[in-house]
């Protein structure tokens, strides 16, 4: 069986020869030991080292200061290292010091139609082996967005005591 054929024999609940497997979306903190353990020296030898079926492709985004679309909002008080892999959900955010729902509008909403980069995500749609499965990362935290925006503790305890804060910028979208 090919990568293609076990990734849909084993969403459809088929016999296959494996289970489709993903290796999934490793931290860069952990690819240094991934790498030596498995004696590659990237992730595409990882992956393919392991065998995997389903290559994942984040899709590239423009929003600074991570540009990630994980971290899809700025909404730390002050610049900080706000990466995928480091992100501070308990620093300061932009709503922390606000009670009022229509002070949604205070905060500088960036435009999302030149955030999502789609020739980039064809680009590297294109690189991925073709008898591989390609799957599209594309989310956004919401919850990490809203405790990044209000710091971790003063967001929940928002949420709890005054949850149209959320609601508003929920019905904004």
């Known amino acids: 069986m090919d990568s293609r054929e076990r990734f849909f024999a084993t969403i459809n609940y088929e ?13 860069t903190a952990a690819e240094k030991n991934l790498f030596a353990h498995f004696g590659v020296s990237s992730v595409i030898g990882l992956k393919q080292k392991l065998g995997d079926d389903i290559w994942p492709i984040e899709v590239p985004f423009n ?36 009670d009022d729902p229509t002070d949604v ?50 967001a929940l305890i928002t949420m709890m005591m005054n949850p149209e804060m959320f609601c508003v910028v929920k019905a904004t979208i």
């Open 105 to 154: 509008a205070k905060f500088s909403w960036p435009d999302p139609s030149g955030m999502v980069l789609r020739d980039e995500s064809l680009r590297l749609s294109k690189e991925i082996p073709s008898d591989k499965i390609r799957m599209g990362v594309m989310w956004s935290a919401h919850f990490q967005d809203a405790c990044s925006a209000f710091c971790i503790e003063q």
């Open 63 to 98: 929003c600074p200061p991570s540009n990630h679309i994980a971290c899809a909002f700025p909404f730390a008080k002050s610049i900080h290292n706000d990466t995928p892999d480091e992100r501070t959900l308990t620093a300061p955010g932009f709503f922390e010091d606000y």
């Open 15 to 27: 016999k296959t020869d494996l289970p489709a497997s993903w290796l999934g979306l490793p931290v």
